[in-house]
């Protein structure tokens, strides 16, 4: 939360609950930055974010309860960027977001390759079951080299996988904007990515990968194994297609009431 | 296309009341230059304003966007309750 104010974001939190109940919630948790009570739901039904697949029981039945979204607004209220999760029990981690923002990732490695050094992190060291989190991989090539974007033709692209594991879903990488790079001798033009950028790829840890290893411990180590597929090319040479095993990893830990 | 596909999931979720199945990851496009947020899914969208609200903080006071933000905007975070 801190990480936002410093970048001139206020961070709030909005909750369909009594004052009272916010208030212990607040102070048990040490809450400095401001958590609004929605206690009667109106701030939800004015977003438009009640959750109408919700199915209700105990005392929650005839309470109004909002989709877990999360909004960016810019400083005139007009919204920059939303995150939202189809099921409720999945959430983006806040660093995660900030990661989006440009802010580097914790932990990884750096490693040199012959044409660029690529730095790998990951928006958090922990994460919960149901948080969806980050991958980072900054990358630096070298002057007058250029790797290729998604949907060139003849060359190998970018490409990041996670090796398959019923502990994380992974979801798609996200690229920068591509440039484009116009090869004389061959008369072509191809998406590239030059100098310094970034590629993401979130994951989440899921409730059935997670939770039965909580047996025994509060927290736990987890491995994400990944492979980076390349072709590097400078103006005068084009090297092989390649590949870089990857590795991140995080610890899992309960959620922490 | 995407600002039509999330007008029409927002529209499904008013008319029906139930979210419309997540598109399949194979079915969906890589795109060059994917927006940070996923953009899709209830709420004001992207590019649109957010309604007024104001309402009680943890310590009483009352909070609105403008006491809320900072110069560079606001994190507004929607919870379902504060034990779930």
């Given at each position: ?11 709030v939190s ?173 008369k072509e ?69 | 296309?995407?600002?039509r596909a ?79």
């Amino acid at each position: 939360m801190e990480s936002f104010r410093k970048r001139g974001i206020g961070v709030v939190s909005v909750i369909p609950e009594p004052a009272a109940t916010i208030k212990a919630f607040a102070a048990r948790h040490g809450i400095t930055y401001p958590v609004l009570s929605d206690a009667d739901a109106a701030i939800i039904r004015r977003f438009g974010l009640v959750d109408r697949t919700f199915q209700a029981t105990g005392d929650l039945v005839g309470k109004d309860i909002p989709y877990a979204a999360t909004f960016l607004a810019d400083a005139h209220g007009v919204v920059r960027e939303k995150f939202f999760e189809e099921a409720a029990e999945n959430r983006r981690t806040t660093a995660s977001i900030l990661v989006l923002q440009g802010e580097p990732g914790t932990g990884g490695q750096e490693i040199r390759a012959d044409h660029f050094t690529l730095r790998t992190s990951s928006s958090n060291a922990e994460v919960a079951p149901g948080q969806r989190f980050t991958l980072v991989l900054d990358f630096e090539l070298k002057p007058k080299h250029h790797a290729y974007a998604p949907g060139v033709k003849g060359y190998r692209p970018l490409e990041l996988s996670l090796e398959a594991d019923p502990l994380f879903e992974a979801h798609e990488t996200r690229y920068p904007p591509a440039g484009t790079y116009y090869f004389a001798p061959l008369k072509e033009t191809v998406p590239v990515f030059e100098g310094r950028f970034r590629l993401l790829k979130d994951a989440t840890v899921t409730l059935p990968g997670a939770l039965p290893r909580f047996k025994d411990t509060d927290a736990y180590p987890a491995t994400l194994n990944g492979t980076l597929k390349y072709q590097v090319c400078s103006d005068v040479v084009c090297y092989p297609p390649a590949s870089l095993p990857l590795q991140w990893t995080v610890r899992i830990r309960k959620w922490v009431r | 296309m995407k600002a039509r596909a999330a007008l029409l999931a927002a529209a499904l979720v008013q008319c029906t009341g139930t979210a419309p199945p997540a598109p399949s990851p194979a079915a969906s496009p890589r795109p060059a230059a994917a927006p940070a947020g996923d953009g899709s899914g209830p709420g004001p969208a992207v590019g649109a304003a957010l309604p007024a609200f104001e309402a009680p903080d943890q310590n009483g006071t009352t909070q609105t966007f403008d006491t809320l933000r900072g110069p560079n905007g606001l994190l507004l975070n929607f919870n379902r309750s504060v034990v779930w």
